[in-house]
């Protein structure tokens, strides 16, 4: 009826416990072998002490989901427009239940770690979630504030705040031993703008673990969000992020890629890092693999290079394991790339692959396309990694000089002329008029001869033409 129900006990020991009514519903304890649903179709559904199902447990309210004990099922669906997950209650339990996933039906927006504070919307604190447990865990905003792809100022209909969670290592028992399972994934998804404002982490991680973000139309992650998968050896598993457009940077990086002239401006803007120096960057993980139906920009969180200088390896913005960072064009038109980043690697000087060196690294294909190198029909001839181009990454750190700086220097002082002298030293040469010998020479022999007459024989085998005159023919 109307005016709701409350109930001490409800047990259905053969079979489903359904409880439905028009006002807020209310059970302290029920027990059922194989599902049980609590809907309240105009009020809230408020769960006490002990709800287990065999089976599926749902809860359905048009106001708020509120939790007061232990709920468990073997699947749990809530769905709500808003959720109250008391210090004193656990959802789900691992090696029980298999998937918990959450549905904010509020028309406002949906928040999603932090405090939880305030009012207004659909609120999942990060103390809250961590009561939450299960091999996968879902949270989901249907339609409403949807914002606008890569537009500054735009309303988001999910903002992600401070968040830690963990997974189950192999072989970990326990109801509540992690969030989620050793192989589980964590889903966050909307039909709008998901922003990323706080420290999200999972930690005690392995290699099976996901991480996924999906959203219609823009994911946007600030300098202060941050997104990582951290293992006991460092980062791992995998983060997925879906949208048309994925973008990480400042405010207003943000607004000057929305008004840059092209693709070069805004791979420019990115390079520079307005704000404070975070290697680690936006994204961290063993492996990411974002795709996209329009663009994909990283701003650099590490060093700026000096301007007019090709040094690329101080640029930060993400950091990726083994696994590798992968780029899926999922739309029928090029997308545009501009991101800035790094990959472990022992090998590597300092332990990373950065600056140009990362470009081959990364994959770049289309949805059906290959697992690995890059399709070049796939994205933007501009694009860039590290401030680089992608398809001409032998060009990057190529600096010429400008060849008029010489001739645009300026002479501050003019100088008077100074004499010299003659540069080259010049023979003098004195004349002066022939005076004769003083004395006469001696002549010994009498002359006898001019010279070798064998020398002036005369050809009397030429032969005369008589039309030279000179010499005359003979």
């Given at each position: 009826?109307?005016?709701?129900?409350?109930?001490?006990?409800?047990?259905?020991?053969?079979?489903?416990?359904?409880?439905?009514?028009?006002?807020?519903?209310?059970?302290?304890?029920?027990q059922?072998?194989?599902?049980?649903?609590?809907?309240?179709?105009?009020?809230?559904?408020?769960?006490?002490?002990?709800?287990?199902?065999?089976?599926a447990?749902?809860?359905?309210?048009?106001?708020?989901?509120?939790?007061?004990?232990?709920?468990?099922?073997?699947?749990?669906?809530?769905?709500?427009?808003?959720?109250?997950?008391?210090?004193t209650?656990?959802?789900?339990?691992?090696?029980?239940?298999?998937?918990?996933?959450?549905?904010?039906?509020?028309?406002?927006?949906?928040?999603?770690?932090?405090?939880?504070t305030?009012?207004?919307?659909?609120?999942?604190?990060?103390?809250?979630?961590?009561?939450?447990?299960?091999?996968?865990?879902?949270?989901?905003?249907?339609?409403?504030?949807q914002g606008?792809?890569?537009?500054p100022?735009?309303?988001?209909?999910?903002?992600?705040?401070?968040?830690?969670?963990?997974?189950?290592?192999?072989?970990?028992?326990?109801?509540?031993?992690?969030?989620?399972?050793?192989?589980?994934?964590?889903?966050?998804?909307?039909?709008?703008?998901?922003?990323?404002?706080?420290?999200?982490?999972?930690?005690?991680?392995?290699?099976?673990?996901?991480?996924?973000?999906?959203?219609?139309?823009?994911?946007?992650?600030?300098?202060?969000?941050?997104?990582?998968?951290?293992?006991?050896?460092?980062?791992?598993?995998?983060?997925?992020?879906?949208?048309?457009?994925?973008?990480?940077?400042?405010?207003?990086?943000?607004?000057?890629?929305?008004?840059?002239?092209?693709?070069?401006?805004?791979?420019?803007?990115?390079?520079?890092?307005?704000?404070?120096?975070?290697?680690?960057?936006?994204?961290?993980?063993?492996?990411?693999?974002?795709?996209?139906?329009?663009?994909?920009?990283?701003?650099?969180?590490?060093?700026?290079?000096?301007?007019?200088?090709?040094?690329?390896?101080?640029?930060?913005?993400f950091?990726?394991?083994?696994?590798?960072?992968?780029v899926?064009?999922?739309?029928?038109?090029?997308?545009?790339?501009?991101?800035?980043?790094?990959?472990?690697?022992?090998?590597a000087?300092?332990?990373?692959?950065t600056?140009?060196?990362?470009?081959?690294?990364?994959?770049?294909?289309?949805?059906?396309?290959?697992?690995?190198?890059?399709?070049?029909?796939?994205?933007?001839?501009?694009?860039?990694?590290?401030?680089?181009?992608?398809?001409?990454?032998?060009?990057?750190?190529?600096?010429?000089?400008d060849?008029?700086?010489?001739?645009?220097?300026?002479?501050?002082?003019?100088?008077?002329?100074?004499?010299?002298?003659?540069?080259?030293?010049?023979?003098?040469?004195?004349?002066?008029?022939?005076?004769?010998?003083?004395?006469?020479?001696?002549?010994?022999e009498p002359?006898?001869?001019?010279?070798?007459?064998?020398?002036?024989?005369?050809?009397?085998?030429?032969?005369?033409?008589a039309?030279?005159?000179d010499?005359?023919?003979?």
């Amino acid at each position: 009826g109307g005016a709701g129900l409350s109930f001490t006990t409800a047990n259905a020991t053969g079979g489903s416990a359904i409880l439905t009514t028009a006002g807020a519903l209310s059970v302290d304890r029920s027990q059922a072998s194989a599902d049980a649903a609590f809907t309240s179709s105009g009020g809230g559904v408020t769960l006490g002490a002990s709800n287990v199902a065999g089976g599926a447990l749902g809860v359905t309210a048009a106001g708020t989901a509120t939790f007061n004990g232990v709920a468990t099922g073997a699947t749990m669906a809530i769905r709500s427009s808003d959720i109250a997950i008391a210090p004193t209650a656990q959802l789900g339990a691992q090696g029980t239940t298999s998937q918990l996933s959450f549905t904010s039906t509020n028309s406002g927006q949906t928040f999603i770690g932090g405090a939880a504070t305030g009012s207004g919307g659909y609120r999942l604190g990060d103390a809250e979630l961590q009561r939450a447990f299960a091999n996968g865990i879902s949270i989901a905003a249907v339609p409403g504030q949807q914002g606008a792809s890569v537009t500054p100022n735009a309303t988001p209909g999910v903002v992600l705040d401070t968040l830690t969670l963990t997974a189950a290592q192999n072989g970990q028992t326990g109801a509540t031993a992690a969030n989620i399972g050793a192989s589980g994934t964590l889903r966050i998804q909307t039909p709008g703008v998901l922003r990323v404002v706080g420290a999200v982490k999972l930690n005690n991680a392995n290699s099976g673990n996901r991480f996924e973000l999906a959203a219609d139309t823009a994911i946007e992650a600030q300098p202060t969000g941050s997104i990582a998968l951290n293992g006991a050896s460092g980062l791992i598993g995998t983060l997925a992020l879906n949208s048309a457009d994925v973008i990480a940077s400042s405010a207003q990086a943000l607004s000057d890629v929305a008004a840059a002239a092209n693709l070069k401006a805004a791979s420019d803007r990115l390079g520079i890092n307005d704000g404070a120096v975070n290697d680690e960057g936006y994204f961290g993980a063993g492996g990411i693999i974002v795709t996209i139906g329009n663009s994909l920009y990283i701003q650099n969180s590490g060093v700026s290079a000096p301007a007019g200088t090709s040094d690329f390896t101080g640029r930060r913005g993400f950091t990726v394991g083994d696994g590798g960072f992968t780029v899926v064009a999922a739309g029928t038109n090029r997308v545009k790339i501009a991101i800035n980043g790094r990959q472990v690697s022992t090998t590597a000087t300092g332990g990373f692959v950065t600056g140009v060196d990362l470009i081959p690294r990364v994959v770049i294909r289309t949805s059906t396309g290959q697992a690995t190198g890059q399709a070049t029909s796939a994205f933007d001839p501009l694009s860039t990694i590290n401030g680089c181009s992608i398809l001409n990454p032998d060009s990057c750190g190529v600096h010429f000089d400008d060849p008029g700086k010489v001739a645009r220097d300026v002479i501050e002082n003019e100088v008077e002329q100074m004499s010299i002298g003659q540069l080259l030293p010049v023979a003098l040469v004195e004349l002066k008029d022939f005076e004769g010998f003083a004395d006469q020479p001696l002549i010994d022999e009498p002359v006898t001869g001019a010279g070798n007459d064998d020398l002036y024989a005369i050809d009397d085998s030429q032969v005369c033409d008589a039309k030279r005159k000179d010499p005359p023919c003979k």
